[in-house]
């Protein structure tokens, strides 16, 4: 089976492997650079899913003889007047079945998404990597890492997403219905 993934952050990129191992005997993983044209630091759970679609998309088309395009968002979500770190995994299939899961959510402090807001940083990533005198966070663990002290890592986190994404393509005679009509 070919998979085709959305992006080559290496933390996704382990994070889906890892997945997609534990599922299917062999697997062909591709990882290519995609644009999803959404705001670099994505907030709500439809721009965070669409973000994901859009990345599943562009590697199922961006490669040939992919059987799966899988895209992987992370983002921040409101919840309750607290922000939430998500990552979300999205599956395209090359009949066109989709699918998506997500990851386990944690709170993000509030001095960390107020940067965010005001404009004065991008991305979250950009806000840690200043907090905690790091670089390039995104693609080493992620802020989970470094608020857990290594116990749960953005790997951990893609790959829960992704585990929960092929649930309707493992157990497709389930999910018939709902994947015929996506």
């Known amino acids: 089976m070919k998979i085709c993934l959305g992006t ?10 890892r997945a997609v191992s534990a599922v299917f005997k062999e697997v062909d993983l591709v ?3 995609t644009h999803t044209h959404i705001p670099p630091q ?8 669409e973000g994901a679609r859009r990345r599943a998309m562009e590697a199922l088309k961006g490669v ?7 895209g992987v968002e992370a983002g ?5 007047d607290r922000v939430f770190d998500v990552q979300v995994a999205y599956i395209v299939t090359a ?3 989709e699918s998506l899961g997500l990851s386990p959510s944690f709170m993000v402090p509030e001095s960390f998404v107020k ?6 940083m991008r991305e979250l990533d950009d806000v840690v990597d200043r907090e905690f005198g790091v670089s390039d966070i995104g693609s080493r663990g992620g802020l989970i890492k470094l608020l857990t002290n290594s116990i749960v890592t953005r ?24 994947l015929e009509r996506d």
């Open 31 to 33: 990882s290519v650079e």
């Open 64 to 70: 040939s003889g992919c059987d799966i395009g899988v």
């Open 95 to 97: 009949s066109g079945s």
């Open 76 to 80: 921040l979500y409101l919840l309750k």
């Open 42 to 49: 994505p907030m709500g759970l439809n721009v965070i899913i």
């Open 155 to 178: 790997e951990d986190l893609t790959y829960y997403a992704m585990l929960m994404a092929l649930i309707p393509l493992v157990n497709r005679e389930r999910y018939l219905a709902e």
């Open 115 to 120: 940067p965010l807001v005001l404009g004065e």
């Open 8 to 17: 080559r952050n290496p933390s996704k990129v382990f994070g889906v492997s």
